[in-house]
């Protein structure tokens, strides 16, 4: 509201809250660093977990950064940014969000301290831009080529990205299974590889323990046969794969038949048995002995296929139906009168079996088996989901370090040796970006320094050691948690690929940038979206209600 000759002149809606300048960030950086500490105990092997109960009584156990933050129901728009980041270092590269997410909140606090010292936001941002790009070239330099043949190397990449999660003690059985998942559906295109980690399903089952989870060449489906007198087990498969349903289709548009004479209504009925005949004639005859369709088989079908022989599977989602056709080499049908035998699919065996108390179908045996599916196993619902995301995770991870060919060292190695680096660097800035940068390199410590505090360890001793060693030209130095001593994460195994630390600054970077130049926050009145919400649920609400 401003006045004009002592007349109130009203600008913004009556309601509206603003908060300007230093207020402003204050409150942006309070929320995204409520954020980043909420989550800073999960980082590293020795992290802990948080149980999220939600509004309807679920529980998720779990110390998957980007999992928590998901399911956080956050109300301030700047902790919504800093959520952001999480699920974009998820979707790129799979791993490092509790990292990104830290990072930023740490370099905000770092901000904070600088805008007290009167630095303009401004000054402070072109700082932190510059060490940013400082740190992709040093990134460069530590990078570790691999070999993308060596096996052994891509399982200590999944293992890093396993170990700290629930699925740790069997750590050895799973990284083999996910570098075997990843090297299947993986594609050669010139001298790069190219992996579609959609190839790769996770199936879970509750029972047995997480070392029962196996690699399936193949697809594994929830589902079981349609019809008791279908075969249970078929050897050398020719399996269709439809998305047309085995039924009579209906009329597109409103349709009446009359039926005056009891013999027509005979013959319509024929009719329509002669047209589901026909559709299961047309299968057997192009040699089908298994039969996967997305929509519904009717009953006069299954009988008439199990009087075939065929195993058929009804309501198949349409992700897996994808899967089918790139594991048996099999065509997607939607009209089977042009169904050839070249459109079917080859497996050796597809078989329904029994894994703890439900039936599931098994397709194994593929030919070049371009989808594969990992099984999942554990005690209890909540271990079986914290394996998935694990096992989420770490796919993504082999994936990317696969595909770039490139990896780095962890345990807080690289963040120490950027930090030394961008301080030795800073000085050549002169001007007041030169305090951002060296901010920027105290704030790459607190990787190494939460590393340590979840471990239990002297967070102060642990820093200290680490920059001696790398000040003496160990760039590989880092924090061994189990052992509480500082060594060389190269030999010890502990590796990550080269973008997930990328994506992780980078992020962290842009979104400290993007909050420290909001210098004014208006807030419409809080009562308006409450009624937004009651008339019909809009956008806004529902995608808040999300996290």
Known sequence: MATLQGTPVLILKEGTQRTVGRDAQRLNIMAAR????????????????KMLVDSLGDVVITNDGVTILKEMDVEH??????????????DEVGDGTTTAVVLAGELLKRAEELLDQDIHPSIIARGYRLACEKCMEVLDELAIDIDVNDTETLKKVAATAITGKHAEYAVEHLSGIVV???????????????VDDDAIKLEKKQGGSVENTELVDGIVLDKEVVHPGMPRRVENAKIAVLKAALEVKETETDAEIRITDPEMLQKFIEQEEKMIKDMVDALVNAGANVVFCQKGIDD????????????AVRRVKQSDIEKLAKATGAKILTDLRDIKPEDLGEAELVEERKVGDEKMVFVTGCKNPKAVTILIRGGTEHIVDEVERSLTDSIKVVKTALESGKVVA?????EIELSLRLKQWAPTLGGREQLAAEAFANALEIIPRSLAENAGLDPIDILVELRKAHENGEKYAGV???????????????????????QAISSATEVAIMILRIDDVIAAKGIESGKEG?????EESESENEF
């Open 410 to 414: 962890g345990g807080g190695a690289p």
């Open 300 to 311: 006069l079908a299954q009988y008439y296929l199990a009087k075939a022989g065929v195993l």
């Open 77 to 90: 728009p700047a902790a919504k940014m800093i959520i952001e980041v999480a699920k974009t270092q998820e």
């Open 534 to 538: 009651e008339e019909g649920g809009s």
């Open 180 to 194: 075997d998942a990843v090297r299947k559906v993986a594609e050669e295109r010139g001298d790069r590889y190219y």
């Open 34 to 49: 409520v954020i980043a500490e909420a989550v800073r105990t999960t980082l590293g092997p020795k992290g802990m977990d």
């Open 480 to 502: 061994n948690v189990f052992s509480g001593k500082i060594e060389n994460m190269k030999e010890l195994g502990v590796l990550e690929p080269l973008r997930v630390k990328k």
